[in-house]
C-alpha cells in the first residue's frame, strides 16, 4: 500500500486536468495557415498532395481530406503554406472544414460547432458511442482507444464507448467504408436507439482518404444518413476528438 501511495505521489495527476486547453507538443500538425499573397499558383503543393485536399485559385485546404501529411509544406518554396498545432478541428458541417487564408484558431474553433438545445438536453451528462472500424487501417482506432486511457480519460466527461449498438447512442464511423463493411455498418446504425449520433472520425471517414478512388469502397450510407460531426485528421488525435465531442454536447 505504502509503495502505491509513494508511486502516487511520484506521478501526481496522470490525467489531463484541463482537455480544453491541454497544451500541444510543436511537432503536432494541426490547422493549416495559409498565404495567398506568397503563392505563386506554380502547382507543386498540389501535384503533392496524396488526396486533393488542396486547391491554389484561391489557396485552400479542405481537412476532410487532408491527411496532415506536410508534403505541400515541404514543396512550398514561398511559405504560403505552414501548419499550427491547434488541434481542435471538428466541425458539424462539412464545408466548415475547408480552410482559407485569415481562418485563424479562434476564427476556425468560434464557426466550427454550434451548440444547439436539444443535443444538450439530451446528451449533456452521458455520451455512448459504438465504435465501427468500416475498413480502416487501425491508426483512427488506436487513438481512439488511446482516448479512454489514463492520460485523455474521456469517461470523466460521460463519454465512452460500448461493445453493443443497442447500448449507444450513436456511431463514431473509421475507415473509408468499404464493400465489405457496407452492410455491417448500416445494420448497427438501425441497431442504434434514436435519437442517434452519427460522428465520422478520420481523412479515410470524411472522404475516402487515400482511398477515394478505390472500387473496393462503398459510401452510400452517407447518402442516406445525416452525419452529426466530422472529426478530421489521419489518425484523429484523442484531444481532437474528445474536444470536438464536447463542444457538440454541451452548452457554450
Not at 221 to 239: N, Q
Amino acid at each position: 500500500m505504502f509503495d502505491t501511495l509513494k508511486m502516487k505521489l511520484h506521478q501526481k495527476k496522470q490525467y489531463i486536468p484541463d482537455i480544453k486547453n491541454a497544451p500541444m507538443r510543436s511537432q503536432f500538425r494541426g490547422l493549416p495557415v495559409l498565404n495567398n499573397s506568397n503563392c505563386d499558383k506554380c502547382g507543386l503543393c498540389k501535384g503533392v498532395c496524396p488526396t486533393g485536399a488542396l486547391n491554389i485559385n484561391p489557396l485552400s485546404i479542405d481537412l476532410a481530406k487532408c491527411t496532415l501529411c506536410g508534403a505541400c509544406k515541404n514543396v512550398c518554396k514561398n511559405g504560403a503554406i505552414s501548419f499550427s498545432n491547434y488541434y481542435k478541428l471538428g466541425a458539424d458541417k462539412k464545408e466548415k472544414l475547408v480552410v482559407v487564408e485569415g481562418i485563424d484558431e479562434e476564427t476556425y474553433h468560434k464557426r466550427a460547432i454550434e451548440a444547439r438545445k436539444e443535443i444538450y438536453s439530451i446528451f449533456n451528462r452521458s455520451l455512448k458511442f459504438r465504435q465501427v472500424s468500416a475498413g480502416g487501417c487501425n491508426g483512427c482506432e488506436m487513438e481512439l482507444n488511446a482516448a479512454g486511457n489514463a492520460n485523455f480519460d474521456m469517461g470523466r466527461f460521460g463519454i465512452d464507448f460500448v461493445a453493443s449498438p443497442r447500448h449507444a447512442d450513436g456511431i463514431v464511423i473509421t475507415g473509408p467504408i468499404s464493400k465489405n463493411m457496407a452492410y455491417a455498418l448500416e445494420d448497427c446504425y438501425k441497431s442504434t436507439p434514436e435519437p442517434r449520433i452519427v460522428v465520422l472520425c478520420g481523412a479515410c471517414a470524411l472522404s475516402g482518404g487515400v482511398f477515394q478512388d478505390s472500387t473496393e469502397i462503398n459510401r452510400e450510407f452517407l447518402d442516406k444518413y445525416k452525419v452529426d460531426l466530422y472529426i478530421p485528421g489521419c489518425p484523429t488525435h484523442p484531444l481532437t476528438f474528445i474536444n470536438a465531442v464536447l463542444d457538440f454536447i454541451r452548452k457554450k
